[in-house]
């Protein structure tokens, strides 16, 4: 039985939320019935090429993704410059897409991850077993102007520890999988950092199969790109697991960036958090959140919670939010989700007003103050310096939408 | 000894003009309700100077905090007649922040949680704009311990978010933090005795003389009870009944009050 929406929070301000089930049938898109149901394939001919009426695709500007549905010219494929710092424990190979299946890897759920998983030369990281590198596994991934099909495989082994960040900039045409198969009681931290030219376009599905008693977390930092769909998936492989998913995005103008996200609890005793936060400027500025947790019949005792807030900081701009809980067990431990889509919080302001700050400082501190939850959890400092320099930068264009403060006594001195 | 560690907080209280005046002259605030504007307010007249205490003391609804929102400029409030100014200048004419910077200051009733923003930082940040330059970071890193420990706040207090998950005392001794901080010309407190046990009470009553004697400060105290005024003494209480003040006095007035409440005032209106 589905219980989507039921647990919803009031959104701060409905005018910007646009979560509406019933257009959404209304326009001939044919939700699914439960998440289970879905496809989920190696078969690149089990999805049929998106026209954007599908559910899973019924948000993403599907026109703007020529090339990234089919596997192209297999002769001649497109890369991404890549340059990695390995701490000394870790190593990478090369491997097909049949070595990369018999890792234990998760099925594709879309075309775009279908194409990517039928590349012959994966890219896999592997994180021995009780390794627990001082440093951190660093991935740069730039583009340079050509199409894209890439897969890379993260093994990490029984009671390692380790955190690997995929950095992605430069302009590419990019389908993406990133597969994670964590051992038991593994810890393992993945940030991946959408820094791309406004040109770009990155499909990914990145999966982890997150051992027993595994800790997990997947952050996405998506600031940079024209079209990015990031896609974090989790499923377990045995109880005790806990997995974080946790997202930042910031679009402007022109911009579509989506985030999805499936938990699959199908084992007993297992948690999830999942919190995204978002902020929008500029006419056209679109993002998209989807996050779906099914709690399977089989697994009690689960732990669920998922949070989406947007910020809308310029008129033009829109974000959906769509949190769907579906439950099949009444033995649970948690379950729960939240989903607000607002602009500026007159009364913060205010407040920060009322204390000499000038209007702009105040947004900037409100909007670093949304972030700041989300930002700590990027672990290095370097990085989260970037990512909080870089939304001081989006923040500094921001011509900001109908203040409602400012001069609020000039106003009424006409009466 | 604040004094001296902080040239502009000395050069603010004692300057040779010296003396700030706010001045209230007739005003009118409304605020819009689902049945169209509501007067609130209906004609206020009131002047604070630099180094008085005022209290303002009226019951529930009528239109004590009001005052306070519409001099610090809250946007839920219409001005609709009169004038607010201090030192001749337009208040009503300037933006929030701006009447900050002129020197106002108003400690909260509900002072508002700012999610992520640590109060260190905020400190800091509104120091530097009300000052127009960031304050020496090791004199201030001390007088903010300083003013910390004479409010029996906590160090660790200074990381928290803004408000976040603050006890109503917390809240309230946050709010006299700033007050000390900033070093406003005139403060509005509104209801800050509002809600504290009387140990609160009394650390946030020994916060606001502290500043009082090591400045000029003008002091407006918005308050419904008579309590606060045993550890604050005032020089004029003002009753303030349906939108306006009806008696005006010394803190005589307020033993009054104590004995007979406000029901001598009630209109058959109100009653």
């Known amino acids: ?415 | 000894m604040s004094d001296l560690t902080d040239p502009t907080a000395t050069a603010d209280a004692t300057d040779a003009k010296g003396k700030h005046t706010l001045e209230i002259k007739g005003l009118m605030v409304s605020v819009e309700t689902e049945d169209g504007p509501k007067e609130i307010l209906r004609g206020v007249d009131l002047t604070v100077n630099s180094g008085e205490t005022h209290a303002l003391m009226g019951p529930n609804g009528s239109g004590k905090s009001t005052l306070a929102y519409s001099v610090a400029g809250h946007p839920k409030y219409t001005v609709t007649g009169g004038t607010v100014t201090l030192d001749g200048e337009d208040v009503l004419a300037m933006s929030v922040d701006k009447r900050a910077r002129a020197g106002l200051f108003l400690a909260m009733q509900y002072p508002v949680e700012v999610p992520g923003v640590s109060v260190s930082n905020f400190l800091r940040t509104a120091k530097t704009a009300i000052d127009g330059e960031a304050p020496k970071l090791r004199t201030w890193v001390k007088d903010v311990k300083a003013a910390m420990g004479n409010l029996r706040m906590d160090a660790a207090f200074a990381e928290r978010n803004v408000n976040e998950g603050f006890s109503g005392g917390e809240k309230k001794r946050h709010e006299i933090l700033q007050m000390q901080l900033l070093h406003p010309k005139i403060a509005i407190l509104d209801e800050t005795d509002s809600g504290l046990d009387v140990d609160a009470l009394k650390v946030v009553s020994e916060g606001v003389n502290r500043v009082k004697s090591e400045s000029d400060v003008g002091v407006l105290l918005i308050t419904h009870y008579t309590r606060i005024l045993r550890y604050i003494k005032p020089d004029f209480v003002h009753v303030f009944i349906e939108g306006k003040i009806v008696e005006e006095g010394g803190a005589e007035l307020a033993d009054r009050l104590e004995d007979e409440g406000y029901d001598r005032y009630a209109t058959p209106a109100s009653a």
Request: contains cysteine.
């Open chain 1, 1 to 415: 039985m589905s219980l989507a929406d039921t647990l919803v929070d009031a959104p701060v301000d409905g005018a910007h939320s646009h979560v509406d089930p019933q257009s959404a049938s209304a326009a001939g898109f044919v939700p699914d019935a439960s998440r289970a149901e879905r496809t989920a394939s190696f078969d690149l001919d089990a999805f049929p090429v998106p026209r954007g009426r599908e559910e899973e695709w019924r948000f993403t500007p599907v026109r703007k993704l020529a090339g990234l549905f089919d596997i192209g010219d297999q002769l001649q494929p497109g890369h991404l410059l890549v340059q990695a710092d390995l701490p000394p424990d870790v190593t990478t190979a090369t491997i097909t897409a049949a070595e990369a299946q018999a890792l234990g890897i998760l099925p594709p759920q879309d075309r775009a991850a279908a194409v990517a998983a039928a590349v012959d030369d994966a890219l896999l990281l592997d994180i021995p077993a009780e390794s627990e590198p001082d440093t951190p596994i660093r991935l740069r991934l730039e583009g340079t102007g050509e199409t894209v099909h890439g897969h890379i495989v993260i093994r990490a082994g029984r009671h390692s520890r380790a955190t690997v960040v995929l950095e992605h900039s430069g302009s590419a045409r990019y389908t993406q999988l990133v597969s994670v198969v964590t051992g038991d009681s593994a810890d393992l931290t993945v940030v991946s950092s959408q820094r791309w030219n406004d040109d770009a376009v990155h499909l990914a599905q990145h999966d982890a199969l997150v051992g027993r008693d595994s800790t997990y977390k997947h952050v996405s930092v998506t600031l940079g790109g024209q079209v990015v769909r990031i896609n974090a998936n989790v499923r377990y492989a045995g109880p005790g697991g806990d997995a974080t998913l946790l997202g930042v995005y910031f679009a402007d103008a022109g911009q579509h960036l989506e985030h999805r996200s499936f938990i699959d609890h199908n084992t007993p005793h297992c948690k999830s958090r999942v919190t995204y936060k978002g902020a929008l400027q500029g006419e056209s500025a679109r993002t998209v959140w989807v996050g779906d947790v099914l709690i399977r019949k089989e697994a009690e005792g689960t732990d669920t919670y998922e949070l989406n807030r947007n910020l809308v900081l310029t008129d033009g701009a829109r974000a959906d939010s769509v949190p769907n809980l579906e439950i099949e067990t009444g033995e649970i431990a948690g379950a729960g989700h939240a989903s607000a889509t607002g602009r500026f919080d007159d009364l913060q302001l205010f407040y920060l007003q009322s204390r000499g700050i000038p209007e702009d400082q105040a947004k900037r501190l409100v909007v670093r103050g949304f972030f700041a939850d989300i930002i700590r959890h990027v672990p290095l400092a370097d990085l989260r310096d970037e990512v909080t320099a870089a939304i001081e930068d989006e923040l500094a264009a921001t011509e900001y939408a109908a203040p409602t403060l400012n001069h609020s006594g000039t106003a009424s001195k006409e009466n």
